[in-house]
């Protein structure tokens, strides 16, 4: 409708428009990126010219639940002002006023068209003031949960209040946290990362600020899990060598549930571990929280039975001849490489049997039967071993006994019939009587007189005779 008529580059001429007809006016760069338009109504050519109103284009505001913007226009002395939510045509929102308040808190843009009126003369401006409101939409917050392991189960932990931020709000949003509510929507008092939090659970607040300087609060709970604690009971090696070592662990916390490992591989849910060696080890514990602890712990060496003397000494008793009433004497002393008290049973594959304590010395008998002994020692508490083999326990009795006569006894003057002082008798022995026993052993019994009247015994002892005793 009409004719354009392009005068210069940017100038055009629209003309040949009717008189009762209103147009609207679009206009587009040559790549269709940047449009406009324009309303015109149709002109009382018995009115004169009618300014349009003047006035603030664009408002902007934060979405909320209770908007207020406040829209106001200026127009020449006398006139006043129509609203309209369209550029032509339609009912006014409000007649006769300079402003418009805008209540819709919305994320959006609103436009409004507010023509010039004359009450004088009814005449309207051709023209209406387009004003647009729009609504910025606050940030996107969402509450957030920071947890930690209370390493010293002591409530107080240092809290990266900054690891929530990604959590509570996009990464292109700005963030601040404070204690209190009214702090965060005043912006002041904000809290430094690291935080060491005074409760648990203990709640902040977060102030988050957009790109379009629209704020929302969100709420940062932090909280504190338990580490577990269990109570450990150690067992050490029994006996050195054997392995088997123990640990029991309790949990006394039954809101906890728990598990345990060694070697950060391979779990247990019941916290016992057998056939421990020797070593030092560290016990894990997680609950259901995936909060842990370390606790080390060893397992020290077993006992070891420790013979300081176990010797055996043969008695006949004094009867030389008689093997039957032959003993020996057993000399007994025990410790162990713990040094500690304690007792130990002694058993002989003889039938011997006896309890005796470590680090005391004893003495008991045997008989001297010939018999070789194998004895036992049993720890009474940890039934550790030791042996020790006795014999065989021969008798140290003689098996024969030979008895001498006197053959001859001459007196020799020596060649000085006048001095009786250099006299001597000369004794000559032989055997009287012999008596066998198994093994054979004889003993001789010579007296010598050097002097007449002075004799001397001397006694020599001859073994490993034949079966039979004799005398040459």
């Known amino acids: 409708m009409g004719t354009v008529q392009k005068l210069t580059l940017d100038t055009f001429r629209i003309f040949n428009i009717p008189q009762s007809q209103g147009i609207t006016i679009n206009a587009a760069s040559s790549n269709n990126v940047c449009q406009a338009s324009l309303v015109l109504t149709a002109p ?89 409101v729009e609504i910025f939409a606050n940030p996107v917050v969402s509450n957030f949960m920071l947890t930690k392991c209370d390493t010293l189960n002591n409530g107080a932990e240092l809290f990266n209040i900054n690891a929530a931020h990604g959590n509570i709000t996009s990464l292109a949003n700005t963030i601040s946290y404070h204690l209190s509510q009214a702090d965060a929507i005043a912006g002041s008092n904000a809290l430094t990362s690291p935080y060491a939090n005074v409760n648990s ?48 662990a309790v949990n006394p916390n039954a809101s906890q549930t728990l598990r345990y490992t060694l070697d950060n591989q391979n779990w247990s849910n019941t916290g016992v571990f057998n056939n421990l060696g020797v070593s030092n080890y560290i016990l894990t514990a997680e609950n259901q929280f995936l909060c842990r602890s370390q606790q080390p712990f060893a397992i020290d060496a077993g006992l070891l039975i420790q013979i300081q003397t176990f010797s055996a000494v043969c008695d006949n008793k004094g009867t030389l001849s008689d093997a039957s009433d032959d003993v020996y004497h057993i000399t007994l002393l ?65 098996d024969c006994v030979a008895s001498l006569e006197i053959i001859s006894l001459n007196c020799n003057g020596n060649n000085t019939p006048s001095d009786p002082n250099d ?32 004799c001397m015994a001397l006694l020599i002892v001859s073994i490993l005779l034949p079966p039979t005793c004799w005398l040459p």
């Open 334 to 398: 025990v410790g162990n490489n713990l040094n500690i008290a304690g007792s130990f049973t002694l058993t002989g594959t003889n039938g011997f049997s006896n309890q005796y304590n470590y680090n005391t010395n004893y003495t008991f008998d045997l008989p001297a039967n010939g018999a070789t002994v194998t004895f036992t020692l049993t720890d009474t508490d940890r039934s550790c071993t030791a042996s020790r083999v006795i014999g065989p326990l021969n008798s140290c009795s003689t």
């Open 201 to 248: 659970p203990q709640k902040l607040f977060a102030l988050v600020t957009n790109q379009a300087g629209c704020k929302n609060i969100a709420e940062l709970d932090l909280s504190l899990n338990p580490v577990p604690a269990p109570l450990l009971t150690v067992e050490d090696e029994s006996c050195l060598g054997s392995a088997d070592g123990m640990l029991t």
């Open 44 to 132: 009382n050519c018995a009115c004169p010219f009618v300014p349009e109103p003047t006035g603030t284009p664009i408002y902007t505001a934060c979405e909320s639940a209770n908007t207020s913007i406040v829209m106001t226009v200026a127009v020449p002395a006398g006139m006043q002002a129509n609203w309209y939510n369209q550029a032509v045509g339609g009912t006014a929102l409000v007649s006769n006023s300079l402003s418009y308040t805008h209540t819709n808190g919305l994320p959006g843009v609103y436009n409004y068209y507010v023509e010039t009126y004359d009450p004088a003369n009814g005449c309207f401006s051709l023209t209406r003031l387009a004003i647009q």
């Open 423 to 454: 006299d001597f008798m000369r004794c000559h022995l032989g055997p009287q009587r012999s008596m066998v026993r198994q093994p054979t052993r004889i003993f001789y019994l010579l007296t010598m007189c050097q002097r007449a009247t002075t």
